[in-house]
């Protein structure tokens, strides 16, 4: 598969190419008033708008071009089910939750596979969830109640015009008492190539866990982003 969705383009492209930069860094999390003081070129309203725009959440099956131009990265991980659930956007990916809540600090890596064209990022993939878990003080155990699953759906692994180096992933995690999960399809690209790419791609994951625990049940330390070089706006 070649990973098409808008969150693997280079953010410096384009008519608005400093908006699009703010735009790449909010997607992984950052806050937007601290880069518009860093771009004081940019007018925060004109960047809000074109974040409004963008953020807006359609149907998976008839907003995401996969669906009809890389449908074989489509019914080998997630089910029928899951594809009408999902919401989002090309930016910063689709998602469905059903009440995912993070328990206690211990998460399991039940699922990790790379069905992509070469199934070459498969132990990368691994070591850098590994590592952003530890990151993040939480502990890996097999029988742990929180659960993740990963399927590397699709791999750039050159820069084009259009976009950056990168795999899209379908991954969900599972609260094994509560009986509740969340399912994300996104995509992670980066400009230093396709080991950074994964490593993004895992703390990314990592921050979706992180962002649904509540403050009694996670002894963790606060979270922290990840590091994403964006070319910027002359």
Do not use: W
Not at 33 to 43: H, K, V
Not at 120 to 147: F, S, W
Not at 159 to 171: C, K, R, Y
């Amino acid at each position: 598969m070649r990973p098409n969705e808008v969150s693997l383009r280079k953010c410096a492209i384009g008519h608005r190419p400093a908006i699009l930069a703010l735009i790449c860094f909010t997607s992984v999390g950052l806050a937007l008033p601290l880069l518009a003081s860093e771009s004081p070129s940019i007018d925060p309203r004109q960047a809000l708008a074109e974040l409004r725009r963008l953020g807006t959440r359609k149907p998976f099956s008839a907003d995401s071009p996969d669906v009809y131009l890389e449908p074989e990265s489509l019914h080998r991980f997630f089910t029928d089910r899951i594809y009408r659930k999902l919401q989002g956007n090309a930016y910063f990916g689709y998602d469905y939750d059903e009440g995912f809540l993070l328990d206690g600090n211990q998460v399991q890596i039940e699922v990790l596979k790379d069905i992509s064209a070469g199934a070459c990022c498969q132990n990368a993939y691994r070591v850098a969830l590994e590592q952003a878990l530890q990151a993040q003080d939480l502990a890996i155990r097999p029988r742990a109640p929180n659960q993740i699953g990963v399927s590397i759906v699709g791999v750039e692994r050159h820069e084009t015009p259009s976009t950056l180096p990168g795999v899209m992933v379908e991954a969900y995690l599972r609260n094994n008492g509560q009986k509740k999960s969340f399912f994300i399809r996104y995509g992670a690209g980066h400009p230093r190539g396709l080991p950074a790419a994964i490593r993004l791609s895992a703390e990314m994951l990592v921050m979706q866990i992180v962002s649904r625990a509540g403050t009694s049940h996670y002894p963790g330390r606060a979270l922290t982003r990840p590091n994403v070089p964006v070319k910027r706006g002359k």
